[in-house]
């Protein structure tokens, strides 16, 4: 995979879900995380554990707290995991 593509892919994500209701319209922010989840349904498992990863790495690398935990929540919001 692409780590720069996956980097904005994940800021991205991160950004959209860290905007206020007055920065981003909540049914907007959910459908644009709705079809990046379905955008990536179809990643190979490999991928998909290297996206999981990559997401972790970034989260433990942030002193944000607020990213931070969006950060760990990425996985399942995307419905990258099995849970």
Same mark, same amino acid.
């Given at each position: 995979?692409?780590?720069?593509?996956?980097?904005?892919?994940?800021?991205?994500?991160?950004?959209?879900?860290?905007?206020?209701? #007055?920065? /981003? &319209?909540?049914?907007?922010?959910? =459908?644009?995380?709705? $079809?990046?989840?379905?955008? !990536?349904? @179809? %990643? *190979?498992?490999?991928?998909?554990?290297?996206?999981? #990863?990559? /997401? &972790?790495?970034?989260?433990?690398? =942030?002193?944000?707290? $607020?990213?931070?935990?969006? !950060?760990? @929540? %990425? *996985?399942?919001?995307?419905?990258?995991?099995?849970?």
């Amino acid at each position: 995979m692409n780590r720069i593509l996956v980097r904005a892919l994940i800021d991205l994500a991160v950004s959209i879900e860290l905007a206020s209701d #007055d920065e /981003i &319209e909540p049914e907007t922010a959910t =459908t644009l995380l709705d $079809d990046l989840a379905v955008a !990536l349904e @179809d %990643l *190979p498992e490999k991928d998909r554990d290297d996206l999981i #990863d990559h /997401i &972790e790495e970034l989260a433990d690398a =942030t002193r944000d707290r $607020d990213r931070r935990e969006v !950060l760990m @929540d %990425l *996985p399942d919001t995307l419905g990258l995991t099995d849970d």
